[in-house]
Nanobody
Framework: QVQLMESGGGLVQAGKSLKLSCAASGNVAGLWRMGWYRQAPGKERELVANIMFGIDRRTNYADSVKGRFTISWDNAVNTLFLQMNSLKPEDTAVYLC?????????WGQGTQVTVSS
């Protein structure tokens, strides 16, 4: 099992930055991909960014966040980060951390991000 705990959400003005963290605990060996998703009220959950745990740590971003958000992973503390810059009101959502290993899929509880105009 893998436990994921997100933190770092909050209320910010448009144009500001936030950094989300997702601390992974339990059996984190063998994870092959982790990512951030978000879900706004009345909308479907969507992928924000993910990172593959291969040799080159390949990353993938939703078009809506490219150039503004950066995903990263710190091996030393088993934590996934999402640096969010130039935030927009449309970035308002619950942000959830996800981890994958084989056919297993793990989710955190989520952290709320609210961007005011």
């Amino acid at each position: 099992q893998v436990q994921l705990m997100e933190s770092g959400g909050g209320l910010v003005q448009a144009g500001k930055s936030l950094k989300l963290s997702c601390a992974a605990s339990g059996n984190v060996a063998g994870l092959w991909r982790m990512g951030w998703y978000r879900q706004a009220p009345g909308k479907e959950r969507e992928l924000v960014a993910n990172i593959m745990f291969g040799i080159d740590r390949r990353t993938n971003y939703a078009d809506s966040v490219k150039g503004r958000f950066t995903i990263s992973w710190d091996n030393a503390v088993n934590t996934l980060f999402l640096q969010m810059n130039s935030l927009k009101p449309e970035d308002t959502a619950v942000y959830l951390c996800n981890a994958e290993r084989g056919i297993s899929d793990y989710w955190g509880q989520g952290t709320q991000v609210t961007v005011s105009s």
